[in-house]
Nanobody, 120 residues
Framework: QVQLVESGGGLVQAGVSLRLSCVASGSIFSPNTMAWYRQAAGKQRELVASITSRGRLNYVDSVKGRFTISRDNAKNTVYLQMNSLKPQETAVYYC??????????????WGQGTQVTVSS
């Protein structure tokens, strides 16, 4: 079994930065694609950014140039650096990962989420 634990959320003013972290632990052989999603109140969960095991990046258009996703494979950790935050980006941010586990099982896992609130 694999667990994802996010950290780094909080209440900030518009225009400032936050860095989210997500650590994967458990029966991990290697993490494949890791990603950040967010879900605002009353809205569907959306993909914010993803990074493959080879470092290929993908961002939703609204965050391009402001957010940066990165990973540390040695620590099974993915980060999301968020700059110039906007009030409309208030949401619960979730970590998601495809994990190749021991015994060749490929599973998809979610973290519990971390709240990011951006005040105007």
């Amino acid at each position: 079994q694999v667990q994802l634990v996010e950290s780094g959320g909080g209440l900030v003013q518009a225009g400032v930065s936050l860095r989210l972290s997500c650590v994967a632990s458990g029966s991990i052989f290697s993490p494949n694609t890791m990603a950040w999603y967010r879900q605002a109140a009353g809205k569907q969960r959306e993909l914010v950014a993803s990074i493959t095991s080879r470092g290929r990046l993908n961002y939703v258009d609204s965050v391009k140039g402001r957010f940066t996703i990165s990973r540390d494979n040695a620590k099974n950790t993915v980060y999301l650096q968020m700059n110039s935050l906007k009030p409309q980006e208030t949401a619960v941010y979730y970590c998601n990962a495809d994990i190749l586990e021991y015994a060749s099982r490929l599973g998809n896992y979610w973290g519990q989420g971390t709240q990011v609130t951006v005040s105007s």
